[in-house]
């Protein structure tokens, strides 16, 4: 009897293990909703004395994480659901009634950015310059003349900035250096519209799987204009491309970009002369984000600079660039010196 109890007992545990193996064969593998990408530095610790321990526990955690969350709960169930996040970006770019989940998760792209930027300088020295070396410390010089003439002109691009966003150092394929702000949740990923080496660096940086994409998955959907119909909203894809309605019926409407890319004169050195290369048109048809600032009156505030220290925390802001970390992205998409 025993003998066919233990029989019976192998029996019943061999089916019970393969029920579980058919159970686990059949369940379809689905993506965890968005996640927050830890820093690779301590938030106890702060950024030296550009952000104190909860300025960036509030920048790096309580918004990022709010984006992430607003941004699962707006997802959920629909087409975007299994979407990295630079998915979402380009595919919400496209369409204007997402424009809510473009501007989260575009949010939160630049946000990341932002902090992979930036790193805690070292313990014996006040910032991380003497990393600048090489290729982008060569540009630097050809286009503004010093290190210190171009954080002049990048400041400058800061203060002039009125409304919330990001200020970039961008490059095209040629390896020209230019100053870019984008405004609100605009971001340079979409207006690029060109797959490269920091399109992909994007989504490393999220810490999601990296997708290749072609040009023409950057390109905007083609689509029929009803006869009669008003013309479709444009795309939320960046702060540089949109139009303008025209302030008068009467006037033609003009490029958000020569209005908001290069405000009149906010680059003009005290003798009238252009600081740096920030026009569009000394730039080619594609650019490249290399690093970017936070422009966004939570990140000074939080840190105690007050409502009118954004002056202050840009001076700060130089202390803690991951120059090491810039220099590598420009040589990804920069041509060989010969």
């Keep these: 009897m025993s003998s066919i109890s233990l029989r019976l007992a192998a029996s019943t545990s061999r089916a019970a293990r393969l029920a579980s193996v ?3 064969a059949c369940r379809v593998p689905s993506r965890a909703l968005h996640k927050r990408k830890e820093l690779s530095y301590p938030i106890e610790g702060g950024l030296g004395k550009f952000l104190p321990p909860h300025a960036l526990q509030m920048i790096a955690v309580d918004y990022q994480q709010g984006l ?6 707006l997802i959920r169930g629909t087409a975007l659901e299994n979407k990295s996040i630079v998915q979402t970006v380009v595919e919400a770019a496209r369409d204007p009634n997402k424009v809510l989940e473009f501007n989260y998760a575009s949010e939160a792209l ?9 790193k805690p300088p070292p313990d014996n020295a006040t910032s991380h310059e003497h990393k600048l070396i ?6 630097i010089g050809f286009h503004w003349g010093s290190l210190a003439h171009f954080q002049s002109s990048f400041g400058a691009a800061v203060q002039g900035m009125f409304s919330s966003g ?10 020209q250096l230019g100053i870019m702000p984008t405004f609100g949740a605009g971001t340079l990923l979409v207006s690029a519209r060109k797959a490269s080496e920091t399109f992909l660096e994007w989504q490393r940086i999220v810490g999601e799987p990296v997708v290749p994409y072609s040009e023409e998955d950057l390109l905007p959907r083609a689509s029929s204009p009803t006869p009669g119909a008003p013309p479709p909203p444009s795309s939320p894809a960046s702060g540089l491309s949109h139009n303008a309605p025209p302030v008068n019926p009467h006037q033609p409407a003009r490029s958000m970009s020569s209005q908001l890319g290069r405000p009149r004169d906010m680059y003009k050195n005290s003798k009238g002369k252009d600081s740096g290369p920030t026009k569009f048109d000394v730039l080619g048809g594609v650019v490249y984000p290399l690093l970017c600032v936070s422009v966004h009156e939570h990140a000074w505030v939080g840190a105690g600079y007050g409502v009118w220290g954004k ?5 700060r802001f ?16 920069a041509p060989v010196e010969r």
């Design 22 to 24: 058919r159970t686990q």
């Design 68 to 73: 992430l969350d607003r941004l699962n709960d």
């Design 110 to 118: 630049n946000n990341s950015f932002f902090l992979e930027c930036v």
């Design 134 to 139: 090489g290729m982008l410390e060569r540009r």
């Design 166 to 175: 990001w200020v970039w150092l961008v490059c095209d394929q040629t390896g």
């Design 311 to 315: 002056e202050e925390y840009m001076k």
């Design 318 to 333: 130089w202390s803690v660039v991951d120059w090491e970390k810039v220099c590598q992205m420009y040589m990804k998409v």
